[in-house]
């Protein structure tokens, strides 16, 4: 045993009180939180649009209550008993059911499932780990679907690749990923203002998401080679109607809506992919795969410039808000101890 976990410690809890979300920053011990056969002393976590929903209520992501916060983490294995982990060795956590049916990585120890756990990567550390997060694990985990369904940036079915909610944390990173293997990368976003901060990522060019027209016949100019898309709704429809053919689409969001109306015309006469993205619940030899590749061939660039702030535990309660409203750039990343 690398040190013995200590008999209290400092977690961010929510609860269901009343009908409604009650979070806040409690002293717990290890008997408070669900099994597992792999105690971790957490270093870092994250914050993702998902924990905003689940921290105030915004969103029903938790299935049963008290539980602590946050569906990722990163540290140093404390205890195991899986022959695969020993005390010291440094691990990530990411998805897997943290802060939906598991406790998650806002405290100082966790206690998960062995195949949950993650040895990190030559190549990436503690920080850079949580600094991807659930988001830059999820954009890869789109590239990586993608590739499987033909996506190369040379070839007969190359060209534009748009991102779409392209300033959260899972369209900056997939920009930065794309244009590192030599994508043409066309950013979709909102905020005029960030026009910078997306080419300086790597995009060849911004849409304003206003500024586009959406049209409404069942094909309309194929421009895409492929997308990944945050939003849903009316937004995604376009992406059918607009892909290339062969072209794959990876739906990974829905911040605009959860619905999709469109046709199966441009599945079989353009012949594209709609690829869903779960990040949640990946197979484990996908998740050590695409986790293999965050930390080689598809390892960001500019974590300097996405991850544009770091939040300390006593912080978190106040870090939501801005995401429900839309209002985040880039990525925060959680300092626990």
């Known amino acids: 045993m690398a040190g013995t976990p200590m008999q209290s410690f400092r977690a961010f809890r929510i609860h269901q009180e009343g009908g409604k979300i009650a979070a806040r920053l409690e002293t717990i011990g290890l008997d408070d939180l669900a099994a597992g056969e792999v105690v971790v002393k957490v270093r870092y976590s994250t914050i993702n649009y998902k924990d905003a929903l689940a921290a105030t209520g915004a969103g029903k992501i938790l299935r049963k209550y008290p539980l602590v916060g946050g569906i990722d983490l990163a540290g140093e294995v404390v205890s195991s008993q899986h022959a695969d982990f020993e005390p010291g060795q440094k691990v990530l956590v990411n998805g897997c059911g943290l802060s939906e049916t598991h406790d998650g990585g806002y405290a100082e120890y966790a206690r998960v499932a062995a195949d949950w756990v993650v040895p990190i990567p030559a190549g990436l550390d503690e920080f850079q780990c949580m600094a991807i997060g659930t988001a830059g694990y999820t954009a890869a985990l789109a590239i990586h679907r993608m590739d499987q369904n033909g996506l190369h940036p040379h070839g007969e079915h190359s060209g534009e690749i748009v991102v779409t909610g392209a300033t959260g944390g899972v369209g900056s990173l997939a920009i930065d990923m794309l244009a590192g293997r030599g994508f043409k990368v066309v950013a979709v976003t909102g905020k005029e203002s960030a026009t910078a901060y997306l080419e300086q990522l790597g995009a060849a060019r911004v849409l304003l998401r206003d500024e586009i027209n959406l049209g409404s016949r069942p094909l309309e100019e194929a421009q895409w080679a492929g997308a990944i898309d945050n939003l849903g709704g009316d937004v995604l429809a376009w992406l059918t109607r607009t892909t290339k053919f062969w072209g794959s689409i990876a739906s990974i969001g829905l911040a605009a809506s959860p619905e999709l109306k469109t046709t199966v ?38 974590l300097h410039s996405i991850v544009t702030r770091t939040v300390t535990l006593d912080e978190l309660p106040q870090a939501f808000e801005p995401y429900v409203k839309g209002a985040v750039t880039g990525r925060a990343v959680v300092k626990i101890e």
């Open 265 to 302: 015309v441009p599945f079989i006469l353009r012949g594209i992919n709609l690829l869903g993205i779960n990040s949640v619940y990946t197979p484990r030899p996908i998740r050590l795969q695409v986790w293999q590749r965050l930390a080689t061939d598809l390892k960001p660039r500019h």
